[in-house]
């Protein structure tokens, strides 16, 4: 095992693929009353929403603890529907001497599937892979989905 890795989830949404990627790009701030157990708030630092380049801080909670994340949109591609996160400061910065996490929707029909990828490099080998991270954005959907239904 090395100190970087890649980790790729996926799960399905009903609610639909454009509803998901507005509400992560541009309506970020409504999460909190989607998934109230993990995200708390959300915080435009620069930029504008939905813009490459704006840097953004999340508060939420992490197997049982207030976290603070922030991050920089790296990418955005409409036609796949994805965004492309660099995470820059916060909690997961104590175990990660880098981390990129980005989703694309994959939409077939009236049925998308939302793939969440991290891909890290860890600042000691026996340090943590991101399990726990990839399966907070898995549930995220989830809930996202709930929501929606």
Partial sequence: MGLKGKMIGQ?????????????????????????PDKVKAFTLLEGELGKVGSKICWHYTHDGKDCVGKEIIEDIDEEKQSVRFKLIEGDLMEIYKSMYIT??????????????????????????????????????VEDIESHHS
Avoid: C, Q
């Fill in 11 to 35: 799960t399905e949404i009903k609610a639909g693929g454009d509803v998901f990627h507005d509400i992560i790009k541009m309506r970020p701030h409504e999460l909190s009353k989607m998934s």
């Fill in 103 to 140: 989703y694309h929707v994959d939409t077939n029909g009236p049925d998308s599937l939302v793939t969440w990828t991290l891909e890290y490099e860890k600042l000691k080998e026996e340090y943590p892979h991101p399990g726990t991270v990839l399966s907070f954005f898995l549930h995220m």
